[in-house]
């Protein structure tokens, strides 16, 4: 029986399995992959504070470094779900189950594709879902951003401050986005809308984007837009599939918890990019790693007072 089972080794998962282990629990850290998370697939970062600069799989090996020199073990398993006993929760993989008296759930999610021509081929070459990451690196360039909800809008505002122009591709003629967010954009002089359009293939050189072919819905007339980049903004789709069955996600997949990191089951916390937020960064993830690693400490510490008292 582990005191604290955390699911995925993203920088959220590492940073509550340092605090835990920190604290003298015994640690468990299951991951499907290699420890890092989205971080392996990050080639710069320049956001996260004490680094200028850093690249992802970098960060990721000295946060794991950090994250496992108090005793965390490690496990390779891809998490099924999460089985509530009262006093102890079952986290069953493939082919292992495992007790643990508290879960950290920290799966994080994925930037859902558009799935067109050229979007995987230049993919960190021009093509990203991130502007607070990469935006940086497109100063003075033309920027097409596809989408029409908040992240959307509001990431176009953002790259307004490096791009020469953004325009935004939109499927319909109206955006998802919060009205206060539209106006913004809307009063943006850097930002302009091509409406009722899809992008249906990104295009480029040998080497970087050179441009989208665009398609409008209504009319079918195909046009050629050329850009530099193109930041990509259609929706998250959080790794919670195994979490479904125990009630813990709500009706859009994700983990709604309070600012402690509680789910709605006792014992169960979710940190980082899988819980309903704001903003998904590896600071946040991160802050949100450090509040559950301490909850867990102080959960564990309450129910070893209440069976005294019983
Ligand atoms: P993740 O990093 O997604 O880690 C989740 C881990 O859980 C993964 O390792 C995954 O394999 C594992 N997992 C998932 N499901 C299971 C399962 N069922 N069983 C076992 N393991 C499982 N943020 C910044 O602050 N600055 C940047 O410059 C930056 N650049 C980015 C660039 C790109 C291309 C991308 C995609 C994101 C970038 N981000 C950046 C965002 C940042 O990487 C994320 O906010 C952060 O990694 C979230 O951390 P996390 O631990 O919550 O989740
Ligand atoms: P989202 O709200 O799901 O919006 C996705 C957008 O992409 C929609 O406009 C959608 O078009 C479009 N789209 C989806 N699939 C597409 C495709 N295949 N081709 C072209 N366009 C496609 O996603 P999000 O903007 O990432 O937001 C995710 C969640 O985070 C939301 O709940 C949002 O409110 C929240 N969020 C909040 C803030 C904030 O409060 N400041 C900021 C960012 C995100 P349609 O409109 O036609 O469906």
Known sequence: MYDVIIIGAGPAGMTAALYASRSNLSVLMIERGAPGGQMNNTAEVENYPGFDSILGPELAIKMYESAIRFGVENAYGIVQGITDHGEYKEVCTEDKNYQGKTVIIATGCVHRKLGVKGEEEFAGRGVSYCAVCDGAFFRNKRLIVVGGGDSAVEEAIYLTQFASEVTIVHRRDELRAQKIIQERAFANEKISFIWDSVVEEIKGNDMVVTGVQVRNVKTNEVTEEAAGGVFIYVGLDPLTEPFKAS?????????????????????VYAVGDVREKGLRQITTAVGDGSIAGQQVFDFIETQKDQQAVK
């Open 247 to 267: 009630g813990l996600t709500n009706e859009t997949g994700w983990i709604p918890t309070n600012e402690m990191m509680e789910t709605t089951m006792p014992g």
